[in-house]
Nanobody
């Protein structure tokens, strides 16, 4: 079984950068078989997809709203997934969640929250103007 824990959130000015980390505990083998994604949820809004990365990092996907500004990566040897967020805007303010799909096949890159069964507690990102 794998558990996920996010870190790296905080308060940043518009135009600034943050790097969020998602650390997995448990089996490294199981983690390496997980597709992993970042989702976010702003107050009063639905949870939305941000970015995803396949098991071997061969494929990535991004929401249109973050494309060109955010970069997702992973290190399976360290059981970590990262998202580098540059040129942050106020609309990026949200609680950011890391999620894992342990049923993923090697070509899986799901972007819907229902597909992911492992979730962290979230880390808050606040962007001020």
């Amino acid at each position: 079984q794998v558990q996920l824990a996010e870190s790296g959130g905080g308060l940043v000015q518009a135009g600034g950068s943050l790097r969020l980390s998602c650390a997995a505990s448990g089996s490294a083998y199981t983690f390496s078989r997980c597709a992993v994604a970042w989702f976010r949820q702003a107050p009063g809004k639905d949870r939305e997809f941000v970015a995803a990365i396949s098991r071997t990092a061969s494929m990535t996907a991004y929401a249109d709203s973050v494309k060109g500004r955010f970069t997702i990566s992973r290190d399976n040897t360290k059981k970590m997934v990262f998202i580098q967020m540059n040129n942050l805007q106020r609309e990026d303010t949200a609680l950011y969640y890391c999620a894992g799909d342990a049923q993923a096949i090697i070509t899986s890159l799901p972007t819907t929250s229902e597909t992911y069964e492992i979730w962290g507690q979230g880390t808050q990102v606040t962007v001020s103007s």
